[in-house]
């Protein structure tokens, strides 16, 4: 700019200069170059804070000026005057936003989009290029960063005109687009403030300087605001006790705790009263004051290392958290006892507002660690505040489980990053630092479709997708606290879902652990009978005869345990007698188990009985053709099938009958035994 070293001069002379004239024409030399300079050189702009100078200097100074001059004396020419100065800034920064936004073609949900994935790993978009041109990442980030600072002043001028409501709007849209930024927020405190309006306007301070880039005097606009809230006593009636109680977030360390269970009450009977009166604006102000605090305290926490203080900040948090779970308890009591459809979404609006504090389920786990030591509470209170939130949040989750898509993903409630969906009560805690860790996993496409829903005014409108998705935050964040090991009192399980940890669940745990214990412990002893169970085999008395050598080895080689019948064994005593082959056999046969079963070795009878006489079956099995021996056979047989099916592990294959002679086969399938030739038994057990 051939001019900008004669900038200096004209600041100076609208700064010092008593005269009018010089002052209007310097006036109007500098909105000629601060113009040039914002649309031809952003960056040197940006550096030099020239959108700011152009609104003190041209603007700002002089509508002050206007404005004590109708305050001291209201005259017409002051007023004519006055109203003169606004409508031209007001043409002014609408026009400068209009060429930037054209030179720059600029799309501002998607700036909003970058900027609030600015500094998070999310998506990052890098740019390279150095120069700052239209069109450039640096340009467009600059352009929009003072398009923002534009309808603030815009916002500033309607408040001059009185008309809020476009005041309002201006505001609002600066927190939409970027709400990382405190002096919006600090500019609706002061219309707050304007109105008589104190919850509102503590409201808007407290979050003004609790943003990621919060505005300087917004703290101290805070304390006074309380201060003279304060002081005003009963005209604000029971507002004053909520008020008291934030206060002391600010003050904890210079000051004595108060009665925390009277301002327990006095919070709990606000808010509840409020949502009575379904008036759900004043209960969510008075909700995030609440966190406001935890995030304050939080940070007094960390900052001091005096054991004193330290106790008693986690005392104070105890009874915001105690407070914040108690609403959420009474919303949930009033939606599981009934609550009609018009109360429903704003009570569900409510509820999610109230359950992000849940994503910090830490704080919940205070209650159990220090709320024993908070005086006038003791450790039962907050016993019985736990279960009244657990019950009916238990309740609700689980009668809307099915249209909740499940996620059994520890790992993934473990690192946090679940799908983050935007809804409407979000708004006003996009910027809140408390909550950045949380919305930063709010994906581009989501925080898109949020910006064009707020555009469209469509954002409010009831559907069945925003109620699923107000339940499965609230779903999600409920797992969240039901997996966190250091809060017991609400646990998840896959198959019954949230279960309340009383005494009476407790007990029945204890019981199914007791009983699935004891199952295993008979399931173990049953493997363990199964690994050294054989089988059992009734072998008639030509197995003996014939095949001696073959029983020889599965008595040898613990194949089998091998009963023999007392007809078995009066069927060889017959037998032996003569010299042929059989005979001979027979009597091998005899000796053998004569050996074997009188024997002093452990072995043998461990693997070798004979029939004791009440080893029999007294069912007498119909069976009018067969002989003598074929009956008393099959009364031995079927009473060892009996003993052997009754074992739970056992199945037919631990018990068979060996034949070679065809009667004592079908008098087994006439009888239900189960019957095997010795090859056939043989090969399928070898």
Known sequence: MSNWSNVGHLEQTVRSSTDTDKINAARLLLLHFYEELLLNDLVKATERNIDERLWSLVYYKHIEACRSQLRASPKKAPQTQLASLLLSATAFFTSLIIELEARGDLDLIELAIEE????????????????????????????????NRCWIYLGDLARYQDNIDRANSFYRKCITLSPSYGKPYSQLAIISLSKQEHLDSIYWFSLAWTTSHPFAIARENLAATINRVLQSGPTIGSLSSIISFYKLAYVVVSERTPNLVLEHANTVEYVESAIDAMDYTRATKVLVLLMVAMHELDNQFASTDKTAIKSRIRSLQVVIVSVIIGIMSYCLTCITDGADTAECQPLQEFIIKASLDGHHPGHLHLIQRYGPQVEGFGADRFTEILLAFCY???????????????????NTLDRGDEEVFLLPEDADLLGFVGMSEYYRRVNRDVFKQYLHNLEEKSANRVSIKMTIQRLGRLHLLTRRLAHDERFEMLKYDAKDGFLVMDDETKQRMRTQQSEALGKQFQNQQIEEAKKSARPVVIVDAGVLVDHLWMVKKWLSRGTCFVVIAKEVLEQLDRMKKGTSEQSINARAATRFLELKTTSSSLYWRQFLRLQAPHETDTTDPYLPTVSKYERGFISCAAYFSKQVLAQPFNTEEMFRVIYTDERIRAACDAYHLPSSTLVEWDVANH
């Open 392 to 410: 009916p949040v238990a309740n609700v989750m689980n009668a809307a489980r099915s249209v909740l898509l499940e996620d059994d993903d520890q």
């Open 116 to 147: 609030f994935h600015r500094n998070s790993d999310i998506n990052p978009n890098h740019d390279q290029q150095v120069t700052a041109t239209p069109h450039s990442v640096r340009w467009r980030s600059l352009a929009f960063a003072c398009i």
